[in-house]
Structures are given as structure tokens and as C-alpha cells.
DNA sequence: TTGAAAGCGATACCAC
DNA sequence: GTGGTATCGCTTTCAA
């Protein structure tokens, strides 16, 4: 029998192969696959035996569609080139793994859909349920996964208003707080720079206002002059710090809401030739991997990654299980110092 | 009728949904999507209002069963969770979505297979295609897709022998001569140390071979002692040259096989108070991009990551479409000369 | 405990 | 151009 057009180049051995070697029915096989009922140990070894000589893995697309199941889980994020993601993907997909899921990964900001045409995207009919990370989603969407009972997860990100989704949230706002005291009350500084993320970025809007009540508790003015924008972004936050220093605005310390941007800061005053910590303080948020190895090591918050990730997959999981996932899964973050504050 | 246990808790939209609300078979609601046959404007119209009205979405699992195509390339990696694979990842990722295809992403490292148990990977069974890096697939299983004539592209990685692969690789030695040049001609360094990659990793062995080919040429000794594992890791590579500058080792310069090793190499000098560049030099491989904001900025070899991360997926289409691909893209790799191995 | 057979939701062939 | 229908490979009922 000739293959149709569109027929695979390559072969694939199928579950009737396997029962024609095993001389059983493919039900037989497919319950040994899936332990879905008692096979006779006899049946069971003669079918594992075929499965392997045969080298035979099930297609996952007649899994799915006869299944009702894509054991899938989809990945939805606004930016993955950025040195925040690498361990917190780790951590996803190894416990994706351990359950036996895929991961599919989806960057929403580099959208090429066509206006008319279908999103190829993430959603019910790719996978069995999602995570969607800050500024990936529209609520549109999330809307219509919600009014579809899809399984969603949010992580660092709240529901929008009205609907109820898990989510996985950290602590921002007083660690930002304390991480600015800890500037103006044991090292002195009082004029202290801020630069922003992504104003659609809830944790960073946070840790602004952390920035703000410790000025203010410690009646300090708050002064535009020296808060910028760091988009979460290295060079952009070195062109705000060389900005301010050619601008001959004073400041003895800069708080960076991640330390992406801290990177760029450290930058910025290197090139400046100031040294850090004597000349210019700098701290950051996230204690992303390469922070405690710069020069000099930087203080910031930590956050914990990687337990983040394990945490949004295990509430999806139980979700799609139809379980009652916690709706919100908070972690606590604690400050690290190290030498860029003028520690030690 | 009642779902059949199994059955998602969410409704799904089905081409017959559509058909019917459009008034048409679903054969022509299958055409309008892929573009398959001409239809009637009339009756395109229609449909994709239907397909509008109703959000509809093929499912892919139906789509890759009927049609022998899952739209999806597998991404093998060995480690995720390095500072390296971010702006791959993400070029990876663009390149496919241009190209309406999924991606599906598997870490090797973290394998929890069960032995007798079928390994959830990557495969001819849920991709059309996959992108093998460096460390992360035995040569068995490149052996069994090899046979079954399934579309693999290696990535930093050439085939094993009596294989034919499409690979996509870079210029090692050459550069990572140029560079020990460098510190040897331009800076008058002759104590050089060596920061070494993983063992499977083919990059970094010929980086090794370029450093040794450098030294030989100006008749400098190897010294052994001065010449240890990073790993490709930060953590291990501080620790190796801690070793060093606490067993009074000397040497006034250190090349790292990769960036990441420099950065540990960079921290390690730091915490010892010894100043980069003028008391020892840094330089590191790849050019990541954290390299020209470090404190001095990298000295490295500018690997083209994210045009390796274009290439390998244009490569991998053409392979599924049935087109030759080029069997070896190389790029070329060219030294920036920053701050840390003491120029300017 | 086992096998036969009815779908799952698409694609693509065939006839009209 | 359009519609009917066999088919993809598997899971799950149902009957034995």
C-alpha cells in the first residue's frame, strides 16, 4: 500500500504492531502502557518484551486525542532571553518531568500572529493546562480560559478582578522596605536612586512603593530626578545611571528593583570610574544566580526561584486533577547582604 | 449524553461545531484553515466568521493524527539553568513560532526514567523535528533517529561517527589561539591559566586545543597546576581559583573556556582583593550577555548565539520539508577586547 | 482477565 | 468548489 501524500518519511511502529508481536489485543497492550487495569503477569511480560525489541514509545497525538489528554503543560511568558528565567525553568521543567508532563513554551512578545488568522498559542487545545508569567496574557484571554474552566496558574501575578485563578505570589513591598532602611539606617545614605521595571510588572510596582514608604518614614523628599526606568533590562539601566552621573545629580546609593538592572548600575559606575560600595552604593532584588558573583558581590533579596517554579506546577497539577488548589501560594523573601551595600 | 469518564472538564469547540454554524461540510472549514484547496469567498467568509464567533481552535492532537505532522520541534538540552541559553532559547523560540511551529522542551539531565518504563522524551512520537545540544542524547538514541530517518539537527555538536547529520557549529580553536595570543603578545603575560569546560563538550575541547597550541607556539611550558575544571560553572570555577591563589600558584593571567567560568574566575579574584586586570588578567569565551557589563567588562570571543539559534531551526525545516539541508553551518567567532585582559 | 469495537477530531482522498 | 467518508493510533466501554 503506497503512503497517502503527507504520509511521514520515516516509520513509526504503531500499538497493533506491538500486539501482533506480543500475540495480544491492543487493548491488552494499552493497559499494560498505562496500567489502567490488571494484566496477567504472563500478558505483561510478553508485551513489555515487545515493547522494548520493538523499541515502541505511543504517539502522543492519538494519546491526547483518544485520551482526552494532552499530558502537557504549557509555558507562557512575555520575554525567556532574560537571566531571571534559566532556574526558574529548570525547576519547571523537572518537576513537569517527574510528573510526567511536557512543557511547551510559549513567548507571548513575539507575537507574529495575523489579524484573521489563528493564534497558534497555548491553550485547551494544546495542553492540559498553563502558567502564565506576568505581561504574557491579555485578560481577554485569561478570561476565556477562566469562563472554559482551563487549568491556569499564575505565577507572580494576581487574577484580575473578578476572576479567580491559583496563583504564586512573593513577598515585595516590605523587603524593599527593610533593604532601603537597612541603606539609610546603617550605612547613612540619603540620597538613594531608584530604578523601576515594567510598569505592567506587579512585583516591581511593589518594591517601588517599598522605596517609597522607607523615604518617607525616614522623612526623606522623594526626588524624581534620580528614579529611571530600568525596564528589568541591563543596558537600559546603565544608560539611566551614566544619564544621572553626566547630568552631575548626587546620589550615594542605588536601589535597582531586580538585579538585572543592578548589573546595569554596577556597570554605569564602573565606566564612571566610581568605585562601589565607596562611591556609590547599589542593591538589587531577585539574587538571581550571577549576583553573588560580581564584583563586588551584590546585596539584594532573596527570592526563591526555583521553588516558585515547583510550586506553580505542583497547584497546577492538583488543579487539573481537580483537586482545590491553594488559590494563593505565598513565599516569603529575605534580604542578603553581601559587599555592594558596604557591608563587611 | 453524559462525558465519558476521562473526559476533560472543559467544553471544546469541534470543526463540526463550526461547520454546522457556518452551514457548510467540514471539509471546507478544514480548507479555509490550512489553505488547503480554493473555497468559495462566499463560504470563507462564513466560516471564519463561525470560527470567530465561536473562538475555535483545532485541536492539535486531532490535527497531528489525521494530518501525520504534530507542528512541533523538540529542544534537547543537556542543563537549562545556564546563563548561556537564554538568548538561544529565545531566537529558538521566535524563529519556530515565525514558522507557525511548537516548541517542546526536554532536559536530558534531569532524567527520572524508570527502568522497563517507556522514557518520556523527545522523539519521532511527539515532533516533527529536534534540536540536539552538546551532552544531552546518547549516541545510541541519535542512532535510532538516524535510522528512522527522523529530522535531527546537532547544535555545537558534530555527528558521531557513520552518522550524517545536518550540524551547526563554530570556530574553537582558532580564536581561543588568537586570544591566548594576545595576553601572550600584546600584554607580555607567560603564566597562564586555564579554566577547562566538560569533558563531552566539544566547544570547549578545541578551546583547550587552541590554548595549548598558543603556548607551544611561544615556547611557553604547560603547567598543570595552573590549569583546572570550571564546569562551566561559576561556583566550581571561584572554587578552582581560589585553590590556586591559596596554594601560592602563580599566574597573571586566567582564560576561561567559557564566560560563565570567567565570572567565577572574576569572583574569585575579587573576594582575594587582587585587581582585574592589573594584577591578573580575565578572558572568557562566547560573549553571553552579561560579559560586557561586568566589572571590568569581558574580554571574550563573541559567539553569534542567537544566529546559531536561526540557523539551526532553518535547518531543521528545510530537513522536514524534505529539502538538503547544508550539512555543516559554521560561524565564524572573533575576539572583543574589552577591559579585563588589561587593554585600554 | 481478555478482546472487539466505538469513538476522539481532525485531514485528505474521492466523487460529484 | 463542495461534501461524504475512510483513516490516523490510541483509550475505553462493553461483552464474554
Known amino acids: 500500500m503506497a503512503p497517502r501524500s503527507g504520509t511521514r518519511p520515516f516509520s513509526q511502529k504503531t500499538i497493533t504492531d506491538v500486539a501482533q508481536r506480543a500475540g495480544v489485543s491492543i487493548s491488552t497492550v494499552s493497559r499494560v502502557i498505562n496500567q489502567s487495569a490488571p494484566v496477567s503477569s504472563n500478558l505483561e511480560n510478553k508485551v513489555k518484551a515487545a515493547i522494548a525489541e520493538l523499541d515502541y514509545r505511543p504517539q502522543t497525538a492519538a494519546r491526547a486525542l483518544a485520551g482526552q489528554k494532552t499530558h502537557t503543560i504549557g509555558l507562557l511568558l512575555a520575554e525567556i532571553g532574560t537571566d531571571f528565567y534559566p532556574l526558574m525553568i529548570r525547576a519547571i521543567e523537572a518537576e513537569a518531568r517527574k510528573n510526567h508532563f511536557n512543557l511547551l513554551i510559549n513567548v507571548a512578545g513575539d507575537d507574529t500572529s495575523i489579524e484573521g488568522e489563528i493564534p497558534y498559542t497555548l491553550g485547551e487545545y494544546n495542553s492540559d493546562g498553563v502558567l502564565v508569567f506576568p505581561a504574557s496574557l ?41 533593604m532601603v532602611d537597612h541603606l539609610i539606617e546603617v550605612h547613612g545614605f540619603r540620597r538613594i536612586a531608584f530604578l523601576s521595571g515594567l510598569a505592567d510588572h506587579e512585583d516591581a510596582r511593589r518594591r ?126 529575605e534580604l542578603v547582604i553581601r559587599r555592594s551595600c558596604g557591608c563587611r
Open 138 to 178: 491579555s485578560d481577554d484571554e485569561l478570561y476565556r480560559m477562566h469562563l472554559n474552566n482551563f487549568p491556569v496558574v499564575l505565577v507572580q501575578r494576581r487574577p484580575p478582578a473578578g476572576l479567580e485563578f491559583p496563583c504564586i505570589t512573593i513577598e515585595n513591598k516590605l523587603p524593599a522596605r527593610k
Open 208 to 333: 517601588e512603593q517599598g522605596y517609597h514608604e522607607s523615604l518617607e518614614s525616614h522623612g526623606i523628599p522623594y526626588d524624581p530626578t534620580i528614579v529611571a526606568q530600568g525596564y528589568f533590562q541591563k543596558q537600559a539601566s546603565q544608560d539611566a545611571v551614566c544619564e544621572w552621573i553626566t547630568a552631575g545629580f548626587e546620589f550615594d546609593a542605588i536601589f535597582a528593583c531586580d538585579d538585572i538592572s543592578a548589573i546595569g548600575a554596577l556597570s554605569a559606575l564602573n565606566r564612571a570610574g566610581l568605585n562601589v560600595p565607596n562611591d556609590v552604593a547599589v542593591v538589587g532584588f531577585d539574587d538571581i544566580e550571577v549576583s553573588r558573583f560580581l564584583s563586588p558581590p551584590l546585596t539584594t533579596v532573596k527570592v526563591p526561584i526555583q521553588e516558585i517554579g515547583r510550586a506553580a506546577i505542583q497547584q497546577l497539577l492538583a488543579f487539573m486533577n481537580g483537586e482545590v488548589p491553594d488559590m494563593c501560594t505565598h513565599f516569603e523573601t
